[in-house]
């Protein structure tokens, strides 16, 4: 009777082992499962951090290339000087920059200083757009032309624009204009270098309890007592 009894208590022990072990194999498959949804969407967001970055940056590059390009060509003499779109609309070139800057500070920034930056952006797309859009203005042209070359006595001097670079100018316009909106809306959902840099600071999850579970063993081994007896 007592070799039965001690049988069942023995079955009994080790199928509460299992549920234990059970039990937490499903804790730990849980956290498992959650930690690789949650690495997939900080990976989402990144690569949409990155994507964005990408952007914003081309449509600002493409303006300032743009910029630098002749945008009206004078017909019938050639020796005649002829105005870059930075020459036609001043604004272009300082609002590539500030975009580029800009992108530069999202990365660094968090939170509502991201939006106010999103916002400064998409201004200076705005800025970009209407520049583009009155620089081949046929007075503005002319009169650029008058002041810079020596045919100061004509009254007409013929000129064709070239197109080209107005158009590059305005899709980088629109991409400035997009870009500060979509920082408005997403960037508190981004890391930055500062997230990145706190997240490699901070010590993995369990560190701190493998610290003072060392430092027990090691105080126990001073006093001279068996840290493997569990009496």
């Known amino acids: 009777m007592r070799a039965d009894k001690s049988d069942g208590a023995d079955r009994a022990d080790g199928a509460g082992r ?8 499903g804790v730990g498959g849980a956290d498992g499962v959650g930690g690789a949804v949650e690495g997939g969407g900080a990976a989402v967001r990144r690569g949409e951090l990155w994507g964005w970055v990408v952007a914003t ?22 020796d005649t000087a002829a105005p870059t779109g930075g020459d036609l609309s001043p604004v272009l070139t300082p609002a590539a920059l500030a975009g580029l800057a800009g992108v530069v500070a999202v990365l660094a920034a968090k939170g509502l200083g991201r ?3 999103g916002v400064l952006l998409a201004l200076c797309g705005v800025a970009t757009a209407a520049g583009t859009w009155t620089a081949l203005d046929d007075a503005g042209v002319t009169g650029w032309l008058r002041e810079r070359n020596v045919l100061h006595g004509v009254t007409d001097l013929p000129w064709e624009p070239v197109t080209w670079w107005p158009v590059v100018s305005g899709a980088g316009a629109v991409l ?19 997230a990145r840099y706190d997240r490699e600071r901070r010590p993995p999850a369990g560190a701190e309890t493998q610290v ?16 493997t007896d569990s009496r």
């Open 18 to 25: 299992v549920g234990e072990a059970d039990e937490v194999g």
């Open 57 to 78: 940056a081309l449509g600002s590059l493409l303006v300032l290339v743009a910029a630098g390009q002749t945008w009206a060509r004078v017909l019938g003499n050639g």
């Open 115 to 117: 939006r106010v930056v």
């Open 176 to 194: 400035m204009i997009a870009g500060g909106a979509v920082a408005v809306v997403r960037a508190s959902a981004w890391s930055g270098m500062s």
């Open 212 to 227: 003072a579970d060392d430092r027990a063993l090691w105080d126990a081994l001073d006093r001279g007592d068996d840290p």
